[in-house]
C-alpha cells in the first residue's frame, strides 16, 4: 500500500532513485525538505541518489554530507569541529567546495580544527601549528605557530619549504 502512495507522480522508489539535484526541483516547496536538499547540492553532492547506501559513498562524500547535515542544523555558533585530512581523495574542484563549507562554518561561529596537507587550505587558514621537523618518529615538535604567511620563513618546515614553491 505504501508503494502506490504519490508525490507528484512519484512513488516512494522513484523519490529514493532521484538525485538531490532532481530531487530539489520535486520538494521546491516544502521549505524544511528543500533547506537540506539545498545544502547538499551546495556541497557539492547533487549527484548523489537519496537512496544510495550510505556503504557505498567515497570517503570524502561521506565527509561533506556529515558537514551539510551540520550546515544545515540551526546554529553552528560555538560548534567545534575537528576533521582529519578531509581533502584526502578529493578533486581540486572539490577541495574549493570543501574551502567554501569550512568557511561557512567559521561565518556561522563555529570552530574548525584541521589536521590537513593540503597547501590551499593551509594558506587559507587563521592560525597554523607546525609539526616537525620530520615526518614520522623524526617529529613531534610544534616548530611553527602564526599565521600562514610566516610559515614560509621558518627554515626547519617542510610546509614552509612547499608554500615557498
Not at 127 to 152: F, S, T
Request: include cysteine.
Amino acid at each position: 500500500e505504501a508503494l502506490e502512495i504519490k508525490y507528484r507522480a512519484k512513488a516512494i522508489a522513484d523519490v529514493l532513485n532521484s538525485t538531490v539535484t532532481e530531487a530539489l526541483a520535486l520538494f521546491e516547496n516544502i521549505p524544511s525538505i528543500r533547506r537540506k536538499l539545498q545544502t547538499m547540492e551546495d556541497v557539492g553532492l547533487g549527484y548523489i541518489r537519496l537512496g544510495q547506501p550510505a556503504t557505498q559513498l567515497s570517503g570524502g562524500e561521506a565527509q561533506r554530507v556529515k558537514l551539510a547535515a551540520e550546515l544545515a542544523g540551526d546554529n553552528t555558533q560555538g560548534a567545534l569541529y575537528i576533521l582529519d585530512e578531509p581533502t584526502t581523495g578529493l578533486h581540486f574542484s572539490e577541495v574549493k567546495i570543501l574551502l567554501k563549507i569550512l568557511n561557512r562554518l567559521v561565518d556561522g561561529g563555529g570552530t574548525v580544527i584541521l589536521i590537513e596537507h593540503n597547501m590551499d587550505l593551509i594558506k587559507a587558514s587563521d592560525w597554523v601549528i607546525d609539526m616537525g621537523p620530520g615526518p614520522g618518529p623524526r617529529g613531534g615538535e610544534v616548530i611553527y605557530e602564526g599565521v600562514p604567511g610566516g610559515l614560509q620563513e621558518c627554515p626547519d618546515s617542510k610546509t614552509g619549504e612547499c608554500l615557498r614553491l
